[in-house]
């Protein structure tokens, strides 16, 4: 696509539920990112990847928290046992090889109530 | 510690002034600097960056920053706002190496009035 998409652009959950946020990134972007921001807040890295492989996952508050892109294309991000303060706007962005330019998606608003 | 402070939380400024907000940061590696704008509902544009070279740096929509080394700063300019500005401006470090995650300001929030 013309760029990077993220979907559902909104999601309602209950506190426990499990919940997959989904990033399609720009068609040969093999650098994939996601951050989180929270109310009032710049967006905080989360997870890196590069292809397939998850490069650096330091940035995952906790292990209720993963991801994967077992294609090297689209991305899902899944928490488990969502909490109120995951509520959150998750944002993808991705990248060319070697580039260090990031595009970044409309993001998915997550609201656990 | 790594980290990117922007100290107004919130400008407001009229249309046709001129704007600077401020950035300044903490890195321990040679930087790479970002400007994001993010208009409500809407993901980040990027504005501009720095690299390296000349230090004052051109973007879109008319903005340009300038890095001071010495100050630890990367400041966003504008000549003359145009009410269409008025969104949440973020400052982002990285590294000089593909692949590093950003880490943000927690952004400034721009008003322009009439």
């Known amino acids: 696509g013309a760029g990077v998409s993220q979907t559902p652009s909104n999601k309602v959950t209950e506190k426990g539920k499990y919940v997959e946020l989904r990033c399609d990134p720009i068609?040969?972007?093999?650098?994939l990112y996601w951050y989180r921001q929270s109310l009032g807040q710049g967006p905080e890295f989360l997870i890196y990847f590069q292809g397939t492989g998850a490069a650096d996952d330091s940035g995952l508050p906790n292990d209720r928290f993963f991801a994967v892109r077992p294609e090297g294309s689209v991305s899902t991000l899944k928490i488990q046992r969502t909490e109120r303060g995951d509520s959150a706007v998750y944002l993808c962005a991705s990248s060319y090889k070697g580039g260090t330019e990031a595009f970044f998606g409309q993001g998915t608003r997550l609201t656990v109530v | 510690a790594q980290s990117v402070t922007q100290p107004d939380i919130h400008i407001t400024v009229s249309e046709g002034a001129s704007l600077e907000l401020r950035c300044n940061y903490s890195?321990?590696?040679?930087?790479?600097l970002f400007w994001y704008v993010q208009s409500p509902g809407q993901g980040l544009q990027l504005l501009l960056k720095?690299?390296?070279?000349?230090?004052l740096v051109q973007g879109i929509k008319g903005f340009e920053a300038e890095f001071k080394r010495s100050q630890s700063s990367f400041n966003l300019r504008k000549p003359s706002v145009h009410w269409s500005d008025a969104a949440e401006y973020f400052c982002a470090v990285g590294a000089a190496q593909a692949g590093t995650a950003l880490i943000f300001g927690k952004g400034t929030t721009l008003s322009v009035s009439s």
């Open positions: 890195y321990g590696a040679t930087p790479y």
């Open positions: 720095y690299f390296s070279g000349d230090t």
């Open positions: 068609s040969g972007h093999t650098a």
